[in-house]
């Protein structure tokens, strides 16, 4: 055991002081560090006072004010665009897109039945124009049927889209009819023959033809400027040509003769005789033609030949005709021709007629003139065109138009081909 003496009374008063120093210095520390956290705690909640407060209310109330400038813009481009009447609702596409699913149908009605349509895309809402009552309907309808199901918007679209390829057709069409004609073929084919523009064209008027009953008539200055004409061979019959005289008719076609389409023999017309005599004795001009089937430009020149035989002596005052055509439903000889073998051929039939001082003419429809013919080189020969109907086709000069294949007159027992000739061949 240790006793106290005098040297640690010293020490202990020593170690109270020290003691004493320790205590303050160590509040004081604790006294900076309380301020500190005091100071830090208070400068956090100012700002974050600030930032919930003041701050965050300013950086709200500039974000209201940018979207109330930015929806008073569009609102206003809005009511330009349809006030301007340059564009509607109803004309944008995206209006009459079909329901995706993301709008509901009670939206649909009730959108369209305040005049208002929402854009799925943008959700921007357009307003339409309600004292139109008629628009909102038909936009309410149409909504109503896409929710629906329905098309009729497309259905309307292509309407449109039919009717307008519809007129553009017909404009087309007679735009075409300047240039082109469109020829029917035998097999039922159909193709458009562009015209020749270095071929002279008709003149004739067609407002100025006028058929009464079966009788047809071309009239200029209130006049009758035109001659009306049949086509007879065996098959008519017994032929009345007082009759046809006293019914009007000026001029006859008869049937020489033709060559088999298959045996390639020439047979004569078993009535020819006996019409052109009374043809002659009723004062009715005459003009005749022969059906070919040459296959060669000397069978061609033969059949002239027999034609000018057996018109010798007849007074032909209009035009000897060259015929020449396909046969329905069978082989003919002539099928192995080319355009070149068929224009010559009609060439050399027409230049006999012609040295023997005839008219020469050529013979034929739509589709044998337009596309089995070289026109150019027979420009010369005058035409009979065969088209039945109120009007012709055929774009260049013809004298000759045969009308109707089934006509009737007086003076022969059933049906007839009728004519009429432009020209008046008998002067």
Same mark, same amino acid.
């Given at each position: ?5 005098? %040297? ?10 020290? @003691? @004493?120093? &320790?205590?303050?210095?160590?509040? =004081? ?7 500190? /956290? ?13 930032? #919930?407060? *003041? ?8 974000? $209201? !004010?940018? =979207?109330?400038? +930015? ?5 206003? $481009? ?5 006030? @301007? ?16 699913? *993301?709008?509901? @149908? ?17 959700? !921007?809402?357009?307003?339409? #124009? ?13 909504? %109503? ?7 009729? /918007?497309?259905?309307?679209?292509? *309407? ?6 519809? $007129?553009?057709?017909? $404009? ?6 300047? &240039? *082109? ?9 159909? !193709? ?51 009759? =046809? ?17 298959? +045996? ?31 296959? &060669? ?108 294949? #089934? ?5 022969? +027992? ?14």
């Amino acid at each position: 055991m240790r006793l106290y003496d005098d %040297d640690d009374d010293y020490d202990n008063e020593e170690r109270g002081s020290n @003691s @004493s120093i &320790t205590f303050v210095y160590m509040a =004081l520390i604790m006294s900076i560090i309380v301020l500190a /956290v005091t100071a830090l705690v208070f400068w956090a909640n100012g700002s974050r006072g600030k930032s #919930d407060g *003041r701050g965050y209310a300013e950086a709200v109330a500039q974000r $209201e !004010e940018r =979207l109330q400038q +930015s929806g008073a813009s569009a609102q206003n $481009e809005s009511e330009d665009l349809t006030s @301007s009447g340059k564009l509607t609702a109803n004309q944008l596409d995206i209006w009459t897109l079909p329901d995706t699913g *993301r709008r509901d @149908s009670e939206s649909s009605k009730a959108s369209s039945g305040n005049g208002t349509v929402t854009n799925q895309t943008t959700g !921007e809402t357009v307003s339409g #124009d309600g004292s139109e009552s008629g628009k909102e309907s038909e936009s309410k309808a149409t909504a %109503d049927e896409l929710v629906s199901g329905k098309t009729s /918007v497309y259905d309307m679209a292509e *309407r449109e889209s039919a009717e307008d390829t519809k $007129e553009s057709d017909e $404009e087309d069409e007679e735009d075409e009819e300047v &240039t *082109r004609i469109r020829v029917s073929h035998s097999d039922g084919t159909k !193709e458009w023959v562009d015209i020749d523009e270095d071929m002279p064209r008709n003149k004739y008027n067609y407002d100025n033809l006028k058929l009464d009953q079966s009788i047809m008539r071309y009239y200029e200055n209130g006049k009758v400027a035109s001659w009306l004409g049949v086509d007879i061979s065996s098959n008519n019959g017994d032929v009345d040509f007082e009759k =046809l005289k006293k019914a009007k008719c000026d001029f006859c076609m008869l049937r020489v003769g033709a060559r088999g389409y298959s +045996s390639g023999n020439i047979v004569m017309d078993e009535s020819f005789e006996d019409n052109i005599k009374d043809a002659e004795d009723a004062k009715l001009d005459i003009g005749v033609y022969f059906c070919s089937q040459a296959v &060669t430009k000397a069978e061609a020149r033969e059949e002239a030949d027999v034609l000018l035989d057996a018109i010798e002596g007849y007074d032909v005052s209009y035009p000897v005709v060259f015929v020449m055509e396909n046969i329905d439903g069978d082989m003919a000889r002539i099928e192995a021709l080319d355009t070149k073998d068929r224009t010559q051929i009609a060439t050399a039939f027409l230049n006999e007629i012609a040295d023997a001082g005839y008219k020469p003419m050529i013979y034929g429809d739509l589709e044998w003139l337009l596309t089995m013919l070289d026109l150019d080189v027979l420009e010369d020969y005058d035409v009979w065109i065969a088209e039945d109907g109120s009007k012709p086709q055929y774009p260049y000069e013809f004298g000759i138009w045969q009308y109707d294949s #089934d006509g009737s007159i007086s003076g022969v +027992s059933g049906d007839v081909a009728m004519s009429i000739s432009f020209v008046d061949y008998a002067k």
